[in-house]
């Protein structure tokens, strides 16, 4: 590669003698190629040495994954102006291969296009390669489709059978990669292979042994490969292997000499490395919205740069779990889906604005290292829809009357099927027995699920009776009385993938109805299973409002405005008249709203999805629509109350 190309990465770090190099480099192109750029460890100095020099990086985390492409420059620089040498981000595996063997790297998903943007606003990368990720992504960023061989590969040991998949999946990522790395002229400096290992029952070394050489045999023998985990040793004890170098992650603290010290009973020497570094904190539906201080996270940071330590700061840019690309946390007593926003309370917030914190962050970093200049930056919110920002949903469609255009495949089994059954990842199922119920005298009705993964609306003649909703890791035999209104009726269950469990042992997470429903402790046989993944709701036919009387559940409606002007702005949809569902402007899925359960209220509609000229919203209301409804667009986030936890260190997931 050419000198301009490493003499723009070291003009990032914005050093005086950069300028220098830059000079000497333009004039000298022919001397200065591939062969001047080394990124290793340098073990006597403790310290990294980039081009033979001391180095250590400032970097903050953004999960491309999490942001529309529009905006992965927009985000990057600022976090240039924050004075980051470096992003960190993971490389979710499913997001890339939707299908085994089929795999999707343009548009939103375009990895190379990312840390191409990266190296051109001048950060350097530090790439978490995977398999797993955790991240609050879904499934911890494997691919569901995973799940669907039988018997189900044990994910993240030496299973041959999961290994088979992780090779095939590496043999097509890291081949992609190898021309970005540092020492060939890209901007990656560090890879880490899997994430916290140690925090995962497997504790298989053959694993962790077979993933180094895999990513070895492709990266080449000199890059640097990494592991992080807990710093503690409970975490370090499985997560490493002396072949990877061993980082940690924590949070603000007082004393991040503690923590480093348990770094180094793995690291004797060479430097020292948070990779996770906390700004904020991640939510779960049905809790308060997290944040935390920005002076204690700007003290603790000023520590850690005080020691020569590297450090990642995890979140940077949070972003947004769109469509259904969130993750749930899990333990055998608790089920809890994160929401739609992960905006973590990070520097940048959700859209990427500039909070205070942001500001604190970057006067501790001007302390160490000279920081670029803000230029002025543009960055709007608009307020669409009439002058107080409302649309009106005056269209309709039943889903029960939609299932031939949504339902892109239908089974009928004894038993219902789950989503890995019907090879259907995200969205939803409507299971409805084949034939018509009949019930005893009794008209008050028991209804049992045995596993039910995650949330379900039950229907009797259409009407909305009951919902049930998982809560924890194995949910037998969930029940929900009703009482029926008729003692002959039709049955149906709508089922919602709610986010598959990204941490701890209960990842392997399938979905839908995994064992049986009974009624009155009868079980109920002889089901069709329809898959509804919501991925065509452009092809619903709608109804108008008041030609017939819309139902309240199970129901799409549908509301339109126009924008006119010249730039498209960002917004933010309001919810709180409607329940639960998931919002799709202009067939891009927003994610998820909940208010009723909160934190969040507003969901963040980027430009990017947004036209001149008429746009459309569609909610898909799976509990109960206002009369009439309508929805606000407004120019701040609400992503409900807050707790602001005390000063702490926190060892996550
Ligand atoms: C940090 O690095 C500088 C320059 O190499 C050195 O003088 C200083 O002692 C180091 N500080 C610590 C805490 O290691
Ligand atoms: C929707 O998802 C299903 C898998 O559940 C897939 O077969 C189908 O091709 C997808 N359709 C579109 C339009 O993406
Ligand atoms: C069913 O009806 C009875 C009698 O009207 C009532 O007491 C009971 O609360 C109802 N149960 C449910 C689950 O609605
Ligand atoms: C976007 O914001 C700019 C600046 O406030 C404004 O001039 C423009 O009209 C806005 N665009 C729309 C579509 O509202």
Not at 270 to 283: I, Q
Not at 325 to 350: I, K, V
Not at 355 to 380: A, C, M, N, Q, W
Not at 523 to 551: K, M
Request: charged content about 20%; aromatic content about 14%; overall charge negative.
């Amino acid at each position: 590669m050419s000198c301009k190309m490493a003499a723009a990465v070291l003009f990032s770090r914005l050093h005086c003698k950069v300028f220098l190099l830059l000079f000497l480099c333009s004039g000298a192109s022919l001397f200065i190629g591939v062969d001047s750029r080394s990124f290793t460890i340098d073990y006597d100095s403790n310290s990294f040495s980039k081009d033979g020099q001391p180095f250590r990086y400032i970097s903050g985390s953004m999960h491309y994954s999490r942001v529309p492409s529009y905006y992965w420059r927009d985000r990057l620089s600022k976090m240039y102006y924050a004075g980051l040498n470096a992003v960190q981000t993971y490389v979710p595996w499913n997001f890339h291969e939707p299908f085994p063997g089929v795999y999707n790297f343009e548009g939103d998903h375009d990895l190379v296009g990312f840390l191409k943007t990266a190296q051109d606003v001048g950060l350097l990368v530090i790439l978490r390669a995977g398999p797993y990720i955790c991240g609050e992504w879904e499934m911890g960023g494997f691919p569901s489709w995973t799940l669907r061989n039988q018997p189900p590969p044990t994910l993240r040991s030496s299973d041959p059978s999961y290994l088979s998949l992780v090779d095939a999946w590496m043999g097509k990522l890291l081949p992609l990669v190898k021309p970005l790395l540092y020492e060939n002229g890209g901007p990656i400096i560090t890879v880490q292979v899997e994430n916290e290992y140690g925090s995962f029952y497997t504790c298989d070394q053959k694993y962790m042994n077979h993933l180094e050489s895999t990513f070895r045999q492709y990266l080449g023998p000199n890059v640097v490969l990494f592991t992080t985990d807990g710093a503690g040793d409970g975490y370090l004890k499985c997560g490493t292997i002396p072949s990877l170098y061993a980082t940690v992650d924590f949070g603000a603290t007082d004393n991040p000499e503690g923590y480093f010290a348990f770094q180094r009973k793995y690291e004797p020497k060479g430097p020292l490395v948070n990779s996770e570094f906390y700004t904020g904190w991640l939510d779960h539906w049905g809790q308060a919205h997290q944040t935390r201080n920005g002076d204690q996270i700007a003290s603790s940071l000023d520590k850690i740069l005080a020691l020569n330590a590297s450090v990642n700061m995890y979140m940077f840019e949070g972003g947004t779990n769109f469509g259904f690309w969130n993750g749930a946390n899990c333990g055998g007593q608790s089920y809890q889906p994160q929401p739609t926003s992960y905006d973590y309370d990070a520097p940048l917030n959700e859209r990427g604005e500039m909070t205070d914190k942001f500001g604190l962050l970057r006067s501790v970093i001007k302390k160490y290292h000279p920081v670029p200049s803000i230029p002025p930056i543009e960055s709007d919110v608009s307020v669409y829809g009439d002058k107080s920002g409302h649309i009106y949903y005056d269209e309709y469609a039943d889903l029960f009357e939609s299932l031939k255009v949504l339902g892109t495949k239908q089974t009928t089994a004894d038993r219902p099927l789950t989503f890995e059954d019907m090879e259907q990842d995200f969205g939803f199922i409507l299971y409805t027995p084949v034939d018509d119920i009949t019930l005893s005298s009794s008209d008050q009705v028991t209804l049992t699920i045995d596993e039910l993964h995650d949330r379900a609306t039950i229907y009797w003649n259409r009407q909305l009776v009951g919902t049930l909703l998982r809560s924890a890791g194995l949910t037998k035999n969930m029940s929900v009385s009703f009482n029926a209104t008729s003692s002959k009726g039709s049955l149906a269950i709508l089922v919602e993938n709610m986010g598959r469990v990204n941490y701890g042992s209960y990842i392997a997470d399938k979905k839908g109805i995994l064992n049986g429903v009974y009624l009155n402790g009868v079980e109920v046989l002889h089901w069709t299973t329809t898959s509804l993944p919501l991925n065509n709701t452009n092809e619903l036919q709608f109804t108008q409002v008041g030609s017939t009387t819309p139902p309240t559940s199970a129901v799409f409606y549908k509301a339109s405005f126009t924008i006119d002007g010249s730039t498209l702005n960002d917004t933010y949809l309001l919810t709180d008249q409607w329940t639960k569902g998931v919002a799709i402007v202009n067939d891009f899925n927003l994610g998820r709203y909940w208010p009723v359960k909160g934190p969040q209220k507003t969901l963040y509609v980027p430009a990017s999805v947004l036209k001149k000229g008429t746009n459309g919203v569609v909610l898909f209301e799976v509990d109960s629509a206002p009369n009439k409804g309508s929805t606000q667009f407004v120019d701040k986030p609400d992503l409900g109350l807050s707790v602001t936890r005390a000063f702490e260190a926190e060892v996550r997931w």
